[in-house]
């Protein structure tokens, strides 16, 4: 299976920006690279994806290195709803390969 | 429009018994996968269903099943349950196209089983 790597916590101000890095040096050159986010007691929901190029929309931006072993989600001004665990994910067809996803703490 | 339905929301079960949890997809969807997230294993993927059809499954004993229904509703079962079977079992739907790569999948608030 392919595998991501993550920090497990990580703390940012409220509206300041925070950056959470992504690891998949294993990654094929069909795997799409998938974020969610997972609130306290609901399922996991859609944040961005992209192959090759950065993406916005208007949840986030996702910066994807060029040899796409690494990524970056970049949410651009946290707020509270914003605390999360937010999974970096390799997406080959309809099956996800979840690591264990980095917890976001967003202090007021 | 509704969002994809888990049911139920919450189940105890006893060891040995078998259990049936059932997800109703997003008007449309086709693909329907499931997870079960545990505190110590996290999210991990069970299978995928497509067109009534099974196309992937994840590394769990047989113990696990599903199916899905022409109308793209799907269950899975557990037969003989034990102890390590409790957690979050989690369903996404996603559209169907070609490799289902690109589109994103929404998933419902699970159903979260305890086995006694």
């Known amino acids: 299976d392919a595998k991501t790597t993550q920090p497990n916590s990580m703390e940012s101000n409220e509206e300041e920006p925070v950056h959470l890095p992504c690891n998949h040096s294993?990654?094929?050159?069909?795997?799409?690279i998938h974020w969610y986010r997972q609130l306290p007691s609901q399922g996991p929901e859609y944040v961005i994806h992209?192959?090759?190029s950065n993406v916005n929309n208007r949840m986030a931006s996702l910066a994807i290195a060029e040899d796409r072993k690494s990524s970056t989600l970049i949410l651009h001004r946290a707020t509270l709803r914003d605390a999360a665990v937010y999974y970096c994910?390799?997406?080959?067809?309809?099956?996800?390969?979840f690591g264990t996803g980095t917890s976001l703490t967003v202090i007021p | 429009k509704a969002g994809v339905t888990q049911t139920p929301r919450y189940l105890i079960k006893t060891r040995g018994q078998q259990v049936t949890l059932s997800c109703s997809p997003i008007?449309?969807?086709?693909?329907v996968s499931w997870y079960q997230q545990t505190p110590g294993q996290g999210l991990q993927f069970l299978f995928e269903y497509f067109s009534e059809t099974q196309r992937n499954k994840g590394n769990f004993p047989g113990r696990f099943s599903g199916r899905q229904f022409s109308n793209s509703r799907s269950e899975m079962n557990v037969s003989t349950l034990e102890l390590g079977d409790s957690a979050l079992y989690l369903c996404a739907s996603s559209l169907a196209v070609a490799g289902g790569a690109t589109t994103e999948a929404f998933f419902g608030q699970g159903t979260r089983l305890t086995v006694v």
């Open positions: 008007s449309g969807h086709r693909s």
């Open positions: 294993t990654i094929s050159g069909t795997d799409y």
């Open positions: 992209g192959l090759t």
């Open positions: 994910i390799l997406r080959d067809g309809n099956q996800f390969y």
